[in-house]
Nanobody
Framework: QVQLVESGGGLVQPGGSLRLSCAAS????????MGWYRQAPGKQRELVAT???????NYADSVKDRFTISRDNVKRTVDLQMNNLQPEDTAVYYC??????????WGQGTQVTVSS
């Protein structure tokens, strides 16, 4: 059974940094594309960044040049380094993967709040 567990959220001032981590289990991690999504209050969940099994990356325009996604296939983790955080980055951040024939898997989410 696939499990995704996020950690690393918290409260940070504008311009600050946070690093989120997602630990995966129940899957052959290196075979799967991984991603981070976020959902702000009253808004739809949106893509933040993805990383393929070959480590190709893709970012939402709103986070390009500020966020970096990476993966460690030995530790079975996918991280999101977030720099120069702004109040509009406030959201619950979710780790995601998709397994063919089984569907989408999501973590429980971790809250990121950017406020002075």
């Amino acid at each position: 059974q696939v499990q995704l567990v996020e950690s690393g959220g918290g409260l940070v001032q504008p311009g600050g940094s946070l690093r989120l981590s997602c630990a995966a289990s129940g899957m052959i991690f290196w075979l799967y594309d991984m991603g981070w999504y976020r959902q702000a209050p009253g808004k739809q969940r949106e893509l933040v960044a993805t990383i393929s099994r070959g480590s190709s990356t893709n970012y939402a325009d709103s986070v390009k040049d500020r966020f970096t996604i990476s993966r460690d296939n030995v530790k079975r983790t996918v991280d999101l380094q977030m720099n120069n955080l702004q109040p509009e980055d406030t959201a619950v951040y979710y780790c995601h993967t998709h397994k063919a024939g089984a569907g989408d898997y999501w973590g429980q989410g971790t809250q990121v709040t950017v406020s002075s």
